[in-house]
């Protein structure tokens, strides 16, 4: 009975290049995903910083484009029909 039972670990093959290459490449690529993650969970920009004390110095960014003087507005052409009348 006990002479049936083959306990030894199965013989798994060695990893070819291909597979080192995508195994390290998919490692590579999960960190770089976490990195973005975390650039955004915690933005360091300093022109967020600089924005923030130009509002803070009484202008608010509404008053600064009201003082920037009414834009033109937008004309839209009318839309040619595509398909020919038959």
Do not use: N
Not at 29 to 39: E, H, K, P, S, V
Not at 51 to 69: H, N, V
């Amino acid at each position: 009975m006990s002479a049936d039972l083959d306990l030894s670990p199965p013989e798994v093959p060695e990893p070819t290049f291909l597979e080192s290459v995508l195994r390290y490449g998919l490692f590579l690529g999960a960190i770089f995903q976490l990195i973005c993650i975390l650039a955004i969970i915690f933005p360091t920009s300093k022109g967020h910083e600089h924005e923030e004390t130009e509002s803070s110095d009484g202008k608010t960014t509404e008053q600064m484009k009201k003082a920037k003087g009414p834009t033109p507005p937008v004309r839209q052409k009318p839309k040619k029909e595509s398909k020919k009348k038959r």
